[in-house]
């Protein structure tokens, strides 16, 4: 333990411990290293009077050797979805808000090498990159797992040298669940092809998280010699992503931490017309005319904005500044002047919609906005961003762009309003 995580010495440690073999030898193996710890323990009420006896367990064993034990019950019957992977984000969420308030520099889990074994096949049935074939990582975000290196019978087999008690988990043996069928059925036939299988897994795992570390030295070179950025957006040139070659294997290596898996989509996005675009959890890819653009999922703004009569600024969502006069001074897209008359308070200021149109000021007739911005070569984010100015249901301003003539002064015009975007 020391040899892999030489801080543990110095720091204080919230130990995981559900009272079983696993977590009890590692809270009996940092009593013997005279580590700074304490315990949590996670109560999922799933075995009934056996749950609350696993609680009462981990409590007696801290109060019998001076060890505080932070305690929480889960009602997993008010969550959708597999009881096991629910039960696992509980769990860490919890860990992050003990850590965030109080001093413990990290959380360690009993988690061992037939874990590690479990994880690996569990993500090589429902495919998987590079990352999901390295199994349960060490150490990530102060999480550490002392006990990866050691097997399943390794532990049982100190915790039985030592005389230790436990608590057995009888859910362990259900093999409904897809991890115990794996434990139970899979590993065993795997140990008997070969005596030495999991110190070989074990090898392979050290393996593929070295090549995966290098896969991401280069993934960060990579991202600096074809992604601009700008601000929380991303441009990425077409030209240069369709010369990489295996496509799809880039393709993956660059968007995977994104949350994309569409891959075929997204190889299909690389031809397709400007406009097109796919969605991850967190972030949208949109294809532009000769970039891809990635940019994250924002939460939609409210729907209207309203500038009120004898209001002179605007800070939100644009920041406008606003003056009457009689005058007007020299003309740029970030200024407009109009006929106060024609106005028809409180203004509105709200993003494109679908069938909006204008009659542009120094063009005939009217015209679509999707027309103006398909003329103007405004891509698809552009769009998106774009604010509009209204009075009433009529378009005064593609704001920043082109004015409405119908709006534009005249030699009857007696007071002049000037907006300008700041």
């Given amino acids: 333990m020391g040899r892999s995580f030489p801080v543990l010495r110095t720091s204080k440690v919230l130990l995981a411990c559900s009272g079983g073999v696993d977590s009890m030898a590692l809270a009996h193996l940092f009593l013997e290293c005279k580590m700074d710890f304490d315990l949590a323990h996670c109560n ?150 070969h005596p030495s299988f999991l110190a070989n897994f074990n090898k392979t795992q050290r393996y593929l998280a070295d090549t995966h570390a290098l896969l991401m030295e280069y993934r960060t070179l990579l991202k600096t010699q074809l992604f601009k950025v700008e601000g929380d957006t991303v441009h990425i040139s077409l030209e240069k992503l369709r010369s990489l070659e295996p496509r799809a294997g880039y393709l993956y290596v660059l968007f995977q931490e994104y949350g994309f898996t569409q ?51 605007l ?37 494109w919609e679908i069938g909006d149109y204008f009659y542009p000021l120094g063009m005939e007739g009217r015209k679509k906005l999707s027309k103006f911005f398909k003329d103007e070569k405004v891509g698809t984010l552009a769009k998106e961003e774009q604010w509009l100015l209204f009075s009433a249901d009529e378009l005064v301003w593609v704001i920043g762009r082109r004015p409405d003539k119908r709006f534009k002064v005249t030699e009857e015009t007696k007071e002049i309003v000037k907006i300008t975007l700041v």
């Fill in 315 to 351: 800070d939100h969502p644009v920041k406008l500044r606003i003056e009457t006069t009689t005058t007007m001074d020299s003309f740029s897209k970030k200024s407009l002047y109009v006929d106060k008359e024609k106005l028809n308070y409180p203004l509105k200021i709200r993003k």
């Fill in 44 to 193: 999922f009420k799933l075995r009934e009077e056996a749950s609350d006896a696993d609680e009462e367990f981990v409590k007696a064993w801290g109060s019998a050797h001076g060890k505080s034990v932070f305690t929480k019950a889960f009602d997993l019957s008010r969550e959708s979805g597999s009881v096991q992977v629910k039960a696992r984000e509980l769990r860490y969420q919890w860990f992050s808000r003990l850590l965030e308030e109080h001093p413990y520099d990290c959380i360690a889990t009993a988690h061992h090498l037939n874990d590690s074994l479990e994880t690996f096949l569990i993500n090589l049935s429902r495919g998987t990159g590079l990352e999901g074939l390295t199994g349960i990582p060490e150490g990530r975000q102060r999480i550490i797992r002392p006990l990866l290196p050691f097997t399943r019978l390794e532990i049982l087999d100190y915790a039985e040298s030592k005389k230790m008690s436990w608590r057995e988990d009888s859910s362990n043996l259900d093999t409904k669940y897809l991890r115990n069928k794996i434990r139970h059925e899979i590993v065993p036939q795997l140990e008997a092809l």
């Fill in 263 to 313: 891959w075929e989509d997204m190889e299909h996005l690389l031809e397709a017309t400007p406009g097109k675009e796919i969605s991850s959890h967190t972030h949208r890819l949109i294809r532009d005319r000769d970039v891809l653009t990635l940019v994250p999922l924002k939460a939609p703004l409210s729907d209207i904005f309203l500038l009120h009569e004898g209001q002179t600024q």
